[in-house]
């Protein structure tokens, strides 16, 4: 790796410091950032399609294969939003979707301390949700280099699940360990370090797209439309009374 490649830890140039900013100009940069996050999404459509096409024929061969989601902090944060969203959206069952959280569930709300580095507690995860090939895991760590994350991907793998493993570093670890590597090059933060920032943004933008389009290919969306929804509420129940006249031949 090119020892001047910037990096999610890479301290922003001095122009671009929030704290020596104006307001207009620190959310100038941010903002900005958001666009360069999309623009690293872009860039590696290639390697999106490919794992996208993958996770479909993986979970279209069984009828209860699962997308797995796995990972740290923000990045596991990121993944469960996509994840539990496919259900209203998608009629997507619930028992077809599964979390590798480090720190367990109660990590989603607070800071687990040092649960990114137990690579053993990813392995044990991995087992007792007895995953298996007919799974398809992805791995979330903006630098690529997380133990839990990386371990958790390398464990399923060898369980047989296709794995996809999304980094925002180069050369990573993560999307070296996975059967599909995704690299989403989002660089320097304008709070070095600060991942919940642009290479957060860019996480989701790749998660909507991937789960999106395999449950388009799955036939749960109709001329562009959720018609696979669940009405679970009176804006919802609206919603599908206009798609279902839609519909109507």
């Not at 979970?59 to 796995?70: D, E, N, P, Q, V």
């Not at 991995?126 to 903006?142: F, P, R």
């Not at 995704?182 to 996480?203: D, H, M």
Request: net charge negative.
């Amino acid at each position: 790796m090119n020892e001047k490649a910037e990096t999610t830890e890479s301290i922003p140039a001095a122009a671009r410091w929030l704290d020596h900013l104006a307001d207009s100009e620190a959310l100038a940069v941010m903002v900005e950032d958001q666009g360069q996050a999309a623009a690293s999404v872009r860039a590696a459509l290639p390697e999106i399609e490919a794992a996208s096409r993958a996770m479909f024929d993986r979970l279209r061969a069984s009828a209860t294969g699962r997308i797995i989601y796995a990972g740290a902090g923000t990045s596991i944060r990121i993944g469960v939003q996509d994840g539990v969203e496919l259900t209203p959206t998608f009629d997507w069952p619930e028992d077809r979707s599964a979390y590798i959280i480090a720190g367990g569930p109660a990590a989603l709300l607070r800071s687990v301390e040092n649960a990114e580095d137990n690579s053993e507690d990813a392995r044990n995860q991995i087992a007792e949700e007895k995953i298996c090939a007919d799974d398809v895991l992805i791995g979330i760590a903006a630098s690529g280099s997380t133990p839990f994350t990386c371990a958790a991907v390398d464990a399923a793998r060898q369980a047989g699940a296709l794995t996809i493993g999304i980094a925002n570093n180069p050369c990573s670890r993560l999307a070296a360990t996975a059967d599909h590597g995704i690299t989403l090059l989002t660089g320097a933060e304008s709070v070095a370090g600060s991942t919940r920032l642009k290479a957060g943004t860019a996480q989701k933008i790749c998660l909507n797209l991937m789960s999106t389009l395999v449950m388009v290919r799955m036939g749960r969306v109709r001329n562009g439309m959720m018609s696979a929804m669940r009405a679970s509420n009176a804006k919802l129940r609206a919603r599908q009374l206009r798609i279902d006249a839609a519909l109507k031949p």
